[in-house]
Each structure stands twice: as structure tokens, then as C-alpha cells.
């Protein structure tokens, strides 16, 4: 009998952190340590952060991934993560909590990685682009008029819950299935 391999999916967590305001460039300078602690941790995959949008997003946001969901949970529970915590906590002027994906495929409406491998992360970058593109352009013509007299915050939260409902129910399920030859051609 040969013996099967099972492959465990990337396990991403998302944090967002509010900065105290003046403390954004030491702030800069912390997250560039944490990421370059953080590689060094097993099964560390990648990580991203997105600095603050001048009037629609006021976090900083951090996409990291890990081989497996284990990996990730040693890093969240290292000690080296804690003393990097505890070091940014005077610049922080709040946190989300953490929100782990274990992958992809709820949100892409992809077929279980059992039955077929993950598409490469370009032409899963693409799908997202040809789904986010229309959604935004839409959300700027008609959305932000309505809601143009709302503060920051309040209009940034209507802006994201209406988006990732749209692209998680409506969006990336035909999305996908449209694209599907391309993100699936069949091999052989």
C-alpha cells in the first residue's frame, strides 16, 4: 500500500491595530521587527501588512500565515510574541481581536483541497481583483454619497460589512465559477 499524504490548508490570521497618534514611524519600526521575529518561527508561510488609508482606513492591519494551524498557535502563544506585545502596547490605541481563516475555499466558493489543489496565490490574486474591482467602483458611485455625512469610523465599518457580505455570498462564488477552467485546467 503506498502511503497518502494529507495536506493540511495555510492557517491566516488578521489583526488590526489602531496607533496613537506621533508614534506612527516607531510604530513602523516595531512591526518590521515582529514580522522579522515572526519568520523565524516554524511554519511561518508569509506576512503582510497594510498601513492606514488616509479617510477610509484608519488601522494598520496584519495578514499572516502559517502551514497549519498548529504553527500559528505556537507563534500566537510564543513568548517571543508576547514581548513584542508588550512592547507596542504604549503606541496602540486599540486591537482587534485575532480572526483566523483556516483557507480560502468558504470564501471562494473552491472545491475542498481534498478534491483538487489551490490554484496558484497569482490567479487566486486575479479572481479577488476581477470581484473587488466592479464591487469598489460601485461602493465609491453609490455608497459613499449615501453615507458621505457619517463620521470615519461608522462609514469605514457600513463600507467593509457591505463589501465582504458582497464578496463572500455574491461576488467570489460566481467569480469563481466563472474563471473555473482557468483556475482548474485539466491536466493530462
Known sequence: MIPVETKVPATTVVIS?????????????????????????AGFRSGQVVPPVEGTQPDWVFVNTFD?????RLWLESADRRAWMARAEPM???????QVTGSLEQLFGLPP???APLPPAWKMAMAVI???FPITVLNYNFLTPV?????LVPRAFVSTVIVA??????????????????????QG
Open 17 to 41: 491595530r489602531r496607533v496613537r497618534p506621533s508614534r506612527e514611524a516607531e510604530f513602523r519600526t516595531w512591526a518590521q521587527g515582529i514580522h522579522d521575529v515572526m519568520a523565524t518561527h
Open 68 to 72: 497549519s494551524p498548529g504553527n500559528l
Open 92 to 98: 496602540l490605541a486599540s486591537q482587534s481581536p485575532a
Open 113 to 115: 483541497a481534498s478534491e
Open 130 to 132: 476581477t470581484g473587488l
Open 147 to 151: 453615507i458621505k455625512s457619517l463620521p
Open 165 to 186: 457580505n458582497l464578496m463572500t455570498w455574491v461576488v467570489m462564488p460566481g467569480v469563481t465559477r466563472l474563471l473555473k477552467p482557468w483556475l482548474y485546467p485539466k
